[in-house]
């Protein structure tokens, strides 16, 4: 399946912005899905997930201040960011895995299928 990432953009610190990620087919119910983000000079790191029932899974960095949803009729999955910080600056990728289990949707190795990133970027 191929995944089509976009929203990026630049904010202020403070401000909110919302993610979007369309997979080329329908895979609600059968994938699970994810956000990883990428700072420069710096390792892929999870972001936020959900299994194929839909339980969501969230790095702790941005529990409280991320929802990842998805919306089956759109065939999109989003990731609303709320009070963005200097230190969310990244690019942010989409990822969709089958029949991923809940304790490994942290993993990036567990994914199957990326997206091509877009870049947030946090500054004043």
């Excluded at 420069?40 to 929802?67: C, H, I, M």
Aim: aromatic share 12%; hydrophobic share 35%; net charge positive.
């Amino acid at each position: 399946v191929q995944l089509q990432a976009s929203g990026g953009g630049l904010v202020q610190p403070g401000a909110s912005l919302k993610l979007s990620c369309v997979p080329s087919r329908r895979i609600f119910g059968s994938y699970g899905m994810g956000w990883f983000r990428q700072a420069p000079g710096k390792q892929r790191e999870f972001v936020a997930a959900f299994n194929l029932s839909g339980s969501s899974k969230y790095a702790d960095s941005v529990k409280g201040r991320f929802t990842i949803s998805r919306d089956s009729a759109k065939n999109t999955m989003y990731l609303q960011m709320n009070s963005l910080k200097p230190e969310d600056t990244a690019v942010y990728y989409c990822a969709a895995a089958p029949r991923i289990v809940y304790s490994q949707l942290h993993y990036p190795g567990s994914y199957a299928s990326w997206g091509q990133g877009t870049q947030v970027t946090v500054s004043s």
